[in-house]
């Protein structure tokens, strides 16, 4: 099932050269599609557009209706959806930063619970009141990150690897569809890298979960996509299996423009 086509994307920045340039791209249930280009190519700009954290000049991006909720039939288009819509929409597709985002502050469960505000009234996030059932699934979403022993411990007492695979354990709350990951790891050392990826690709293939990773290298991007989609000056010039990702093609993507 596809859970995601973005079509003809087109966006600039204070009407200067545009950063995605007719982008066209189709995502199935369940993959996990690594973005590449060089820095200033679209990337965080594509990503960010599905959730409409940037908004967009033209285009479509077409996703099931049910990512509304219920069972609901057909098709949507993520950017004509009025706020309440979107609100729900955002609810399904998460979102993973490279600074990690979390309050630093506040204990590990209560970052972790704040991915479920979505679903709770708003007087429960200000008062930071959860049902218990919510706070069992925010202890079994960090089990399922290895982080059940810090729970209760702050935020900033964590390591920078410790706090990404919070974010992971906040973004499970959401029940995500999809989940955009825009340089999840590109702070963080070889070793502590591939830890947080191999919990991030864990989850997502347990859940059925559609992810879309922007990675810093190629060895990454080899060694845990399942489909690779370069960006060059904000346009796709390869999109395929990791296994097709030749010399030739990684020229194509980092070479210098014509």
Sequence with gaps: MTIVEIRDLTTSYNDAVPVLRGVNLKV??????????????G?????RSINRLIEVDGGSIVAPANL????????????????????QARRRIGMIFQQFNIVKRLSVIDNVLSGGLGYQPAWRGMLRIFPEAERRRALINLQRVGLLDHAYKRADELSGGEQQRVAIARTLMQ??????????????????????LDILKRVCREDGITALVSLHTLELTREYADRVVGLKA????????????T????????????
């Design 68 to 87: 509304l909720g219920g069972q609901r039939d057909g098709v949507i288009d993520i950017l004509k959806l009025k706020s309440s819509e979107l609100r």
């Design 43 to 47: 990337k965080s700009t594509l990503l």
């Design 234 to 245: 904000g346009q796709i010039v390869f999109d395929g299996r990791t296994e097709d990702l």
């Design 28 to 41: 199935e249930q369940g993959e996990f599609v690594g973005v590449i280009g060089l820095s200033g190519s």
């Design 175 to 196: 029940e995500p569809a999809i989940i955009l990951a825009d340089e999840p790891v590109s702070s963080l050392d070889p070793k502590l890298s591939r830890v947080v």
């Design 247 to 258: 010399e030739s093609v990684v020229d194509a993507v980092y070479g210098p423009s014509d």
